[in-house]
């Protein structure tokens, strides 16, 4: 029997920034049909915040280091300020949204990233996802909106990467829908030439990924991203889709779709 | 038929502000037999954390006033730190909990306050529960944890008395179950001598209530909180329990039980 489709919609810290951008995607979002699922990050804010309460936000190989005090910071703008928003003004829009971290209805659990040549500190690496826990809140009739939390079982909350969550859910998903995930980002998609972004790849395949790793097209940033899309793809996951908020309308194809 | 039984406990800021205050209360709320839901608020720590981002906390008549900057803040707080932190440590307590505000699942819409001799902002007195929606997470065996925040339904959060969401929530979800309200405050229960912490009234009906008043027994703080307790019973809730958090054992019956 065909599953039925789930779409994951992951949106960056750069559209929740933008008080306009993110209505107009909350709009795109909620006119989307089918069963779907938003999954946010908010990093500006929390540094902002962060900053505001003399805490210094400190990153190392790109990511944030998350003290006690970070994490007070993370658990109050991506759980409380930017998630609840998030949710009014998808009801707004008559969309039946409810904003959740990993620990509500325990839906994501993670394991504290051990400590090698750096601390991370309360940093979760997803362990599971109770996707039957999920699809009760979807069979409901309910939009979850998750944020990037989850937390140990043991009562500790921990920031994890929001792609992260993206493709773990996605995978969970999978076991009951033909799930689709559509990253949202700045540029229109997987480019050939990163001077030219009208250079849009449309179709990556498995043959296609081999041969343009091979010819080294595919720019360093797009590289750890395009290896997480084909773990995912190989987890039970049918496509992904990669792109500006204009991929979720049906008349434009200008961007990224990712399968096995 | 005779209806389910549901409980509607109310913690207010002084045990949310308290560690172990807050985890002893957790783990009894946690061996409450039977179906629940737990309303907080978290006052102090808004306060707290306004202070440090230079908000200044205005008072008026005992109430806060919520300009858009103070919104922020309560949403953070009460949305994110406290009910996240919530949520979590219930989990490890094997409650399944989920945390949510009025906009979540549309759950409890409100109407701004209109402006008379004061302007109070941003803060919402309630229009409607939506208990089909809460019945739903209640079915699916979730235990709904609100925080003090409700929505317009156009996008608009609004800080609401958490008193007021326990009330109007027991009101509403009287329609699908025998309710039962446990208030959880500093005193043993509802005093006869303000000066004597033992000296609770175990049982108030309406004959004693208004016996209480005429002879002006009751102390003026307690008096609203009655009131809203007979408006509460006259709209369907069953008992009402006021006292401290012992009252949700079972060996303890020094508190006050509200029937009509």
Excluded: W
Aim: proline share 1%.
């Amino acid at each position: 029997m065909a599953k039925e489709k789930l779409s994951i919609v992951k949106i960056g810290g750069n559209i929740i920034e933008d008080e306009s951008a993110l209505l107009a995607f909350l709009e795109l979002f909620s006119n989307l049909e089918g069963k779907k699922i938003l999954v946010h990050g908010g990093g500006k804010r929390a540094t902002h915040i962060a900053s505001k309460l003399g805490i210094e936000s400190k990153m190392v190989q790109g990511r944030r280091i998350t003290d006690a005090e970070t994490l007070e910071v993370i658990t109050m703008v991506y759980g409380g300020l930017v998630n609840k928003n998030v949710v009014a003004k998808l009801q707004a829009l008559n969309t039946n949204a409810i904003g959740l971290t990993g620990a509500d209805i325990n839906s994501i659990t993670s394991v504290k990233r051990p400590v090698k040549e750096v601390d991370f500190g309360f940093v979760g690496d997803v362990k599971s996802v109770a996707h039957q826990s999920v699809n009760k809140l979807i069979e409901a009739d309910f939009t979850p909106v998750f944020c990037a939390i989850t937390h140990d079982g043991k009562g500790q909350l921990l920031n994890t990467n929001a792609d992260t969550i993206t493709s773990q859910l996605a995978i969970g998903m999978s076991a009951l829908y033909e799930t689709s995930i559509y990253y949202c980002f700045e540029l229109n998609g997987v480019l050939k030439d990163i001077n030219d972004k009208n250079s849009v790849i449309k179709h990556i395949d498995s043959n296609l990924y081999k041969d343009l790793l091979e010819k080294g097209i595919i720019a360093d940033g797009m590289l750890p991203k395009l290896e997480n899309c084909f773990d995912a793809l190989n987890h039970g996951v049918s496509t992904i889709n990669m792109g500006n908020t204009a991929m979720l309308t049906k008349e434009n194809d200008n961007f990224t779709r990712i399968t096995l």
